[in-house]
């Protein structure tokens, strides 16, 4: 299986390509602010060829060039109804104050949208593709697990968008957050093996039983607020 990623743009989103190997199909992950151009050297140095984009969430840290890779490529973008508003306006998901900065900016959805759903599996680019739902840091917050598979193990990779980091969980205090809403979340995400690697929508990879054991929001599950600063 091949993953790769790089930080785009200011807001440093993590973008992904997955792909069985190189040379194949494959399915792009949050293509965020001036995405399009690291996407391409991916694409090119793995002769990889995208089928669809999936989107953890729809804050415009992760859907800033959706439309533009979609339409380059003629490929459908996948998202959780609850979020798909925020495609065509981003400002939806910020205060009042903050959603003004993306006032002069025009956004729209590709043509081709396709809504998840809580359970479903999604078979792209030879990959079987499980859809989580887990609110909290949106209404419309995904997860995304897949087999990982090399000589040593048989476990899972999973995009956790803006739910779970290194050390920290996403910030529930923008429009549609909730934090009762992503405890919950949370704790059924931690359901899953120590072994799943994590790769987050901002900062290192980790993994589910280093964040069950040093993550301090979620050491007793229901700690006393939520974080309210940081993307």
Not at 31 to 36: L, T, Y
Not at 134 to 141: A, E, V, Y
Not at 158 to 174: V, Y
Request: glycine content about 12%.
């Amino acid at each position: 299986m091949l993953v790769a990623g790089f930080p785009a743009g200011s807001f440093q989103a993590n973008c992904y390509v997955v792909a069985p190997a190189p040379g194949e199909e494959c399915v792009v992950v949050d293509p965020g602010q001036d995405a399009a151009g690291g996407l391409d050297d991916l694409l090119r140095e793995h002769r990889l060829k995208p089928v669809a984009v999936l989107l953890t969430h729809g804050h415009i840290d992760h859907v800033w060039s959706v439309a533009p890779v979609c339409g380059a490529r003629d490929i459908p973008a996948w998202i959780h109804p609850d979020d798909r508003e925020l495609l065509s306006d981003p400002g939806k998901g910020f205060s009042a104050q903050a959603g003004q900065l993306f006032g002069g900016l025009e956004f729209s959805e590709p043509d081709d949208v396709r809504e998840l759903s809580d359970g479903a599996t999604l078979n792209l680019a030879g990959l079987d593709i499980t859809v989580d739902h887990t609110p909290g840091h949106t209404r419309g917050s995904v997860t995304f697990r897949t087999p990982l598979r090399d000589d040593t193990q048989d476990a899972e990779v999973m995009f956790s968008g803006d739910l779970l980091f290194a050390g920290s969980i996403g910030r529930t205090d923008l429009p549609g957050g909730d934090y009762a809403e992503i405890l919950r979340s949370l704790a059924k995400t931690l359901t899953l093996p120590d072994e799943t690697l994590v790769l987050p929508g901002h900062g290192p990879q980790t993994t589910i039983g280093r964040e069950r054991a040093t993550n301090p929001y979620l050491r007793e599950m229901a700690p006393h607020s939520g974080p309210s600063r940081g993307l």
